[in-house]
């Protein structure tokens, strides 16, 4: 840690020990559209094994750690530098706790896993030396409506569906780290969309039906299934139509995981391209913070930003007409740094100050 920032923590400590802090509202923006929820099961993969042993732990930890670096750093394929080839050689550095345990399948048949917890720190100190993004563990809400045409009729694939695509969809946004909902298709969405609306892309309808569900994203798709000897085959297409997130994929003759594949990935490299945050070099931004009401209030602002996985260093430096002012020490450049902490509502942004933020609690 260099002379700033032991310098500008030293004052955080010392601000920390104040009993209140009072500050003034000032006239701001509401914050952004997006409903950020953090994923608390990013750094805790399950992986299938043949048996309950060491040797089996050892052979599949790399890939529960290849699997917790592509949820953090929202790379589809995580580059083999040197850091990363030495990391999968010695896997146990990076988790602290594992169980094995037995879980019914699909078809009704026991199938033993590994569940492998990594830790948090040790995860993101491997990315930070491997020089690779980092996607906080505040992730959207994507909400899909697939509409399946098996040749008898089209039918709204819902939660509780049977049907291959939507397990093969779980497992994609799984692996990718973001959350999935599908719709209950009970009586309230029955009475409020139609198959035929999803198919014809009814934005009204489709907007309408999704309103219940708060989604930061609605994926639409409609897919015609065909059986191919024992395989399930689809043809179709996908599409969100948003206007911060325009996106569409066809799929040919594709299986159900290539087919969930296609819709999901899309999607989320287009997430992770707007908010992962670059390796870039340190930068110090400094912030102007109002809207904190007394020591508990500054303490939970404190730590929440510390809790953020692009904030590397935090400093409070001072407190002027009512506002604390703030040093954090991140990869991000102010604006993606300010649109990161505006996002999940925790924040909201000034109109006439770029550097200025409210805090929301």
Same mark, same amino acid.
């Given at each position: ?42 750094? +805790?993969?399950?992986?299938? #094994? !043949? *048996?309950?042993?060491?040797?089996? $732990?050892? =052979?599949?930890?790399?890939?529960? @750690? ?94 509780? +569906?049977?049907?291959?695509? #939507? !397990? *093969?969809?779980?497992?994609?946004? $799984?692996? =990718?780290?973001?959350?999935?909902? @599908? ?179």
């Amino acid at each position: 840690m260099n002379s700033f920032v032991k310098a500008v923590v030293r004052k955080t400590h010392i601000l920390r020990s104040f009993a209140a802090i009072c500050l003034s509202i000032g006239v701001l923006l509401p914050h952004s559209g997006w409903a950020y929820e953090a994923v608390d099961w990013l750094y +805790s993969v399950d992986v299938p #094994v !043949e *048996a309950q042993s060491a040797e089996e $732990r050892e =052979r599949v930890a790399s890939t529960g @750690l290849l699997r917790v670096l592509t949820r953090v750093t929202g790379l589809r394929s995580v580059p083999r530098n040197e850091q990363i080839v030495e990391a999968l050689a010695k896997p146990d550095r990076y988790y602290s706790e594992f169980v094995f345990f037995d879980q019914t399948d699909d078809e009704g048949l026991d199938q033993l896993y590994l569940r492998i917890v990594f830790q948090r720190e040790a995860i993101l100190g491997l990315i930070s030396r491997a020089q690779l993004p980092v996607w906080w563990n505040r992730r959207p809400e994507i909400l899909v409506w697939v509409v399946v045409d098996d040749g008898t009729g089209r039918r709204i694939l819902g939660d509780d +569906s049977t049907e291959p695509l #939507v !397990e *093969a969809l779980r497992s994609v946004s $799984r692996d =990718r780290g973001v959350h999935l909902t @599908l719709p209950l298709m009970d009586l309230d969405d029955a009475m409020t969309i139609s198959a035929g609306e999803v198919w014809g892309r009814a934005r009204n309808a489709i907007q309408r039906a999704s309103g219940r569900y708060s989604p930061d994203v609605v994926l639409t798709g409609r897919v015609r299934r065909a059986a191919t000897g024992d395989l399930l085959l689809y043809d179709g297409d996908w599409q969100v139509a948003q206007i911060d997130l325009n996106f569409t994929a066809r799929v040919e003759k594709a299986s159900d995981s290539e087919a969930a594949e296609a819709a999901l990935n899309g999607v989320v490299d287009r997430l992770v391209e707007r908010f992962a945050v670059l390796p870039r070099g340190e930068q110090i931004q400094t912030l102007a913070v109002s809207g904190i009401a007394g020591a508990e209030g500054y303490a939970e602002m404190l730590s929440y930003l510390e809790s953020l996985e692009f904030v590397q260093d935090l400093a409070i430096t001072g407190v002027q007409d009512n506002t604390l002012s703030v040093e954090i020490v991140t990869h991000a450049g102010m604006e993606q740094l300010m649109e990161l902490l505006a996002s999940e509502g925790r924040f909201d942004t000034d109109a006439l100050d770029m550097r200025a933020l409210k805090w929301r609690g």
